[in-house]
């Protein structure tokens, strides 16, 4: 195998596409769903939001190796962040993974690893989707979001 | 029946894209379900119709015209004697399978269709061949009707004998679905239909390069396919309509070229099959498609279909034998078209792994979402075949997925 495609799939993502953290359904709290139709990949992000902080934040659905990694990436590093605070990461996210592959990767600790995902120009909207799913539960838009 | 077994090897060189590498790979195409790759001399046909003789069809009087005019509708001819459709008014060049299946619904069904009646389709429809009918029934408060799909991935003719009925307009069905390789039995399906006087659509469009289609054998009476998903240029298809139904339908697309007199108080359409070709068509694409069939003659779709059926079995048994693989779909009858799973690795991840190798399968629900639900399945790889595959290129594919599952294990 390549060394971009090991680069993709690297023990950090394999380990969280397969036993994903924070992967249940969040009762009483903001939800959101996301969708990418071309793809099949649909995910619900829920959270819990006290005075602004998030207490709390899980997902479920299906889809790729790559969107599972990141949400569940996703769900350990938006907990315990503001509100206003996670959307500048979800921004900051988008970036890190949507560069240009040469550009430099922006330390953002465990979720830099999603940086890999920039050789695979069709693979950006699988990390995406749940950060994106993720703004809309934030701001509970009773709307489904695609990154198609 | 031509006895000579078909070289893949000797065939490869007709196809100059097969010489190309992918990520440093040599290229192992076997998407062909999507679209098939081109041989040269569609390529110079395309080319040499552009060099050679460019003119618009059916009204220029000059010598360009002519020889257009002539070229189009001997890539008509062509398609007629393909189908062993019994005149070549009976063939209406169109975009490609979606746009015939369109025509059909939009000028047949929304003519023939009314309030209380029904729609029978299938649950392996691509959905070209679901939303228009669908969106028929909505506009005229008609029923859609599903023919119902076996765990094997076979369509259940006993039920669809009781689903047809006196207010059952048309039936429309797939001959070969896109995401399970069945071949369904066109033949005992109109057979149904007729009895009730019902007239049954086929979409051909993963038939047409793989085996043998008569129109008269299988008694349909509409029949759509895509030129670009048989070695045919994009953008270019051809509908089959029995003359009889055609002539009694209204127009589809209206303006140029359709009509035969226009005043502000009425228009006269022109007669069979141009009355539904409106527009200038895709003239060199319909061309050039007369020279893919060209092509597929002279190999000879019976030697297609046979050497087509010995990879699909040699590649069952390939991916069969790669631990955790599953085949989904396990018809009886099957042309070259490969859905698989791998435990715990999901489709898109294995397209991609296998891209980096030079690999191209398609990954997802293949357009037949209803079909994927069916089966509980959010999406599928698959593999498809043409008649350029070789049995060294699935070896390739079973020691791919033996890496992509040690990596994800």
């Known amino acids: ?148 | 029946m031509s006895s000579v077994p078909l070289d893949a090897t000797s065939i490869r060189q007709d196809f100059p894209i097969l010489r190309r590498q992918v990520h440093g790979r040599p290229l192992v195409y076997l998407d062909n379900a999507s679209t098939t790759h081109k041989p040269q001399v569609v390529i110079d046909r395309l080319t040499r119709f552009y060099a050679e003789e460019n003119a618009n069809v059916h009204r220029g009087l000059h010598r360009l015209s002519e020889l257009a005019t002539d070229a189009y509708e001997a890539a008509r001819a062509a398609v007629a004697r393909f189908l062993n459709a019994p005149e070549s008014r009976e063939i209406v060049f169109v975009r490609g399978t979606t746009e015939a299946i369109n025509l059909v619904a939009d000028s047949f069904g929304r003519s023939r269709v009314g309030a209380g009646d029904a729609v029978v389709i299938s649950a392996m429809e691509h959905h070209s061949n679901l939303v228009p009918w669908q969106r028929l029934c909505e506009e005229k408060g008609a029923r859609l009707r599903i023919i119902p799909v076996s765990d094997a991935g076979e369509l259940d003719l006993d039920a669809c004998a009781t689903l047809l009925d006196d207010r059952t307009r048309i039936v429309a069905v797939v001959h070969v679905s896109n995401a399970l390789g069945t071949i369904n039995s066109i033949a005992d399906i109109v057979r149904l239909a007729h009895g009730r006087g019902i007239p049954v659509l086929v979409d051909g469009a993963q038939a047409a390069a793989h085996m043998p289609v008569d129109v008269q054998a299988l008694g349909c009476d509409f029949y759509a396919f895509s030129g670009h998903k048989m070695l045919g240029p994009t953008g270019v298809g051809a509908l089959y309509a029995r003359a009889s139904l055609l002539e009694a339908m209204p127009p589809y697309q209206s303006g140029g070229d359709m009509i035969s007199s226009v005043t502000f108080e009425r228009t006269l359409y022109r007669t069979l099959p141009h009355r539904f070709e409106a527009g200038t068509p895709h003239i060199a694409g319909a061309v050039a498609l007369g020279a893919a069939i060209g092509y597929l003659d002279a190999i000879g779709l019976d030697r297609i279909a046979c050497a087509e059926h010995d990879l699909l079995e040699y590649a069952t048994g390939v991916l069969s034998d790669t631990p955790g693989v599953r085949v989904i779909g396990a018809a009886r009858w099957k042309a070259g078209i490969l859905s698989f799973v791998l435990d715990g690795v999901h489709p898109h991840d294995i397209a991609t792994m296998l891209d980096r190798e030079g690999i191209a399968i398609r990954a997802g629900h293949h357009c037949c979402q209803p079909l994927m639900h069916r089966l509980g399945l959010a999406a599928t790889a698959r593999a498809s075949l043409a008649l350029y595959n070789t049995r060294e290129e699935i070896d390739a594919l079973g020691a791919a997925l033996h890496h992509v599952r040690e990596m994800f294990r």
Request: charged letters at 20%; one cysteine or more; aromatic letters at 4%.
């Open chain 1, 1 to 148: 195998l390549t060394a971009d495609v090991q680069a993709l799939y690297q023990a950090a993502i394999l380990d969280h596409n397969k036993q994903p953290r924070n992967f249940r359904v969040l009762a009483g709290g903001r939800s959101a769903e996301g969708d990418n139709p071309l793809c099949g990949d649909h995910v619900t992000v829920y959270m819990r939001v006290d005075e602004g902080i998030i207490t709390e934040a899980t997902f479920q659905g299906f889809g790729c190796a790559i969107a599972r990694a990141s949400a569940s990436l996703m769900t350990e590093s938006v907990t315990g962040k503001t509100l206003i605070e996670a959307d500048e990461l979800v921004e900051r996210v988008h970036r890190l993974v949507s560069s240009p592959p040469e550009a430099p990767v922006e330390d953002l600790g465990a979720l830099s690893t999603l940086a890999a995902v920039r050789q695979f120009p069709l693979r950006i909207k699988c990390a995406t989707l749940p950060w994106r799913t993720l703004q809309a539960a934030a701001a509970a838009r009773d709307e489904v979001v695609s990154t198609e």
